[in-house]
């Protein structure tokens, strides 16, 4: 791929003149077009060759939403990343949205951080355009000369493989990135409790996103999950979802299991960042931890599976043709801190055989 043809698809002059200056001088980006509705969009879509629509929720006569669900009835198989409203309602039409297909999201400027990976009071222009590029390199690698930073490091080390019918987790640990929010919903939508043991999710996401997502996760599972909170005491019939801006530990505090969420330095660029929460739950856990690394770009995780797997625990990463970005479990992989290579539906087999309890109606199966 030589050049990346971009359709931007939003009503406000402002956003579309600051995502078209954010990407402009780029010799491997073509601006194939500017729509102000969705409407607009499709039919651009239909005429010309795009490979992303960058697009808008809220716009009048088609909104992001109905774009979406269009392109579907359509056939139309661009790739859609979302530009957000960081709002409880943005968050909201966000999941939604990656719920039908779109491939990512980023939030529009504003006074909140994004994850923990931009100033609000950074010019809109730099912030979009630094959100942007990454964004775009993660999801076409082949760009040419101007991929993502390949994994450097290359050495395996021996750890050894733990066979998963004979063990079973205190702690189920999982990180995921671009893509995620659609995996765990499709992983919770057929996971039922009670819980045999706590659930612990990093999702790189900005605030308000993570509250959502943790009310989705309950309301499509009827499982008790929480936005964590700082000094949460850990029950085992519950998923806790690391909150935008926080990294998420797990400590214990005298004997009883706690939360700690902290503001300290970005990892791996972000925060929350998977590799804290997988290092705290190996040292609490040892080798009844059970680490999953799902899609998402660049290598947050490694660290965090590579300390499972030392401490006797096991790691289980996704397929790379299940996910939108292999980064994350490609990372996993280079250093053969996993166990297993297993497909969404080959991980909720997993998580029902191992932590839930009753009878599963689906499968016809009894958990003691």
């Known amino acids: ?46 005429l010309s060759s795009v490979d992303l629509m960058i697009l808008d929720l809220e716009m009048p006569e088609m909104d992001g939403i109905q774009t979406l669900r269009e392109m579907q009835l359509r056939g139309l198989k661009c790739p859609v990343l979302v530009f957000s409203s960081v709002s409880k309602r943005g968050a909201e039409s966000t999941l939604e949205a990656l719920g039908l297909g779109a491939i990512d999201f980023i939030a529009k400027p504003g006074g909140v951080e994004d994850g923990g990976e931009m100033k609000g009071e950074m010019d809109p222009v730099i912030r979009i355009k630094n959100l942007l590029i990454q964004k775009i390199l993660g999801l076409f690698p082949d760009l040419e000369e101007h991929s993502v930073q390949e994994i450097t490091d290359r050495s395996v080390k021996p750890y050894a493989k733990v066979i998963l019918d004979l063990f079973q987790p205190k702690a189920i640990v999982i990180g995921s990135s671009t893509g995620g929010p659609t995996v765990l919903e499709a992983l919770f939508s057929k ?110 995780g ?48 997993v998580l029902r055989e191992k932590v839930a309890n009753g009878v599963d109606l689906k499968l016809g199966r009894i958990y003691a």
């Not at 659930?199 to 996103?209: A, E, R, V």
């Open 302 to 349: 490694k660290v965090g599976a590579e300390r499972v797997k030392e401490m006797g625990g096991v790691v289980l990463i996704q397929s790379e043709e299940t996910c939108v970005v292999f980064g994350m479990p490609g990372a996993v992989m280079s250093v053969g801190a996993y166990d297993q290579v297993l497909s969404p539906d080959e991980i909720v087999e």
């Open 1 to 46: 791929m030589n050049k990346l043809r971009v359709l931007i698809a939003d009503d406000s002059v402002v956003y579309r003149s600051q995502i078209r200056n954010a990407l402009a001088g780029l010799p491997w980006i073509e601006i194939s077009g500017v729509a102000s509705n969705g409407r607009l969009a499709l039919e651009r879509l239909q």
């Open 191 to 300: 996971l039922s409790g009670p819980l045999r043991c706590p659930i612990f999710i990093t999702q790189h996401m900005p605030p308000i996103f993570t509250a959502t997502l943790a009310e989705r996760l309950q309301k499509i599972s009827g499982i008790p999950t929480y936005e964590a909170k700082h000094n949460q005491i850990v029950e085992k019939n519950a998923v806790y979802v690391a909150p935008g801006n926080y990294h998420m530990r797990i400590k214990n505090d005298s004997g009883v299991l706690k939360i700690e969420l902290d503001q300290g330095p970005l990892v791996n660029s972000v925060r929350p960042a998977v590799d804290p929460l997988f290092q705290s739950a190996a040292q609490i856990y040892g080798d009844r931890c059970l680490g999953i690394v799902l899609t998402g770009m660049g290598a947050d």
